[in-house]
């Protein structure tokens, strides 16, 4: 089974940064896009920032200037840098992996728990 399992997340004030780590694990035969997503209270989730396995990214245009994705293929991690923090940025963060599992023939969307981030002076 695959698991996704977050770390990183915490509570700072505006201005600080933070760094965001997901590492994939389970029956994975291969691993395509890995992404984020956040969800703040009363908002839907929204897409921040998707990585491929050749490394090609996309990232929200709201922060486009302050975050960056990447990842580690050989130790199956994807990372979120987020820098000058703002409170708006205030959500839970999920990490996505498409993974083609041993026996499968399509890709299949896991999530992780969730990890808070918190901006708040």
């Known amino acids: 089974q695959v698991q996704l399992v977050e770390s990183g997340g915490g509570l700072v004030q505006p201005g600080w940064s933070l760094r965001l780590s997901c590492a994939a694990s389970?029956?994975?035969?291969?691993?395509?896009?890995m992404g984020w997503y956040r969800q703040a209270p009363g908002k839907e989730r929204e897409l921040v920032a998707v990585i491929s396995g050749g490394g090609g990214t996309d990232v929200a245009d709201s922060v486009k200037d302050r975050f960056t994705i990447s990842r580690d293929n050989a130790k199956k991690t994807v990372f979120l840098q987020m820098n000058r923090l703002k409170p708006e940025d205030t959500a839970v963060y999920y990490c996505?992996?498409?993974?083609?599992?041993?026996?499968?023939?399509?890709?299949?969307?896991?999530w992780g728990q969730g990890t808070q981030v918190t901006v708040s002076s």
């Open positions: 996505n992996a498409k993974v083609l599992g041993w026996g499968a023939y399509r890709l299949t969307d896991y």
């Open positions: 389970g029956g994975i035969r291969s691993l395509n896009d």
